[in-house]
């Protein structure tokens, strides 16, 4: 199965995965994460 990219919806972590992980390693906050698509992801990359 694809892997998705997984966006912390606090601090715009990026996480690339089958799932995105229950606790943000960069804020800490538990379900923060969103799913998005590839473009929005190098989107978020590139700028940050
Ligand atoms: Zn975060």
Request: glycine share 8%; hydrophobic share 30%.
């Amino acid at each position: 199965m694809g892997k998705k990219y997984w966006r912390c919806n606090v601090c715009n972590d990026i996480h690339y995965g089958n799932a995105g992980p229950e606790f943000c390693p960069t804020c800490m906050t538990k379900n923060a994460y969103a799913e998005i698509d590839e473009q929005e992801a190098k989107k978020v990359m590139k700028l940050g």
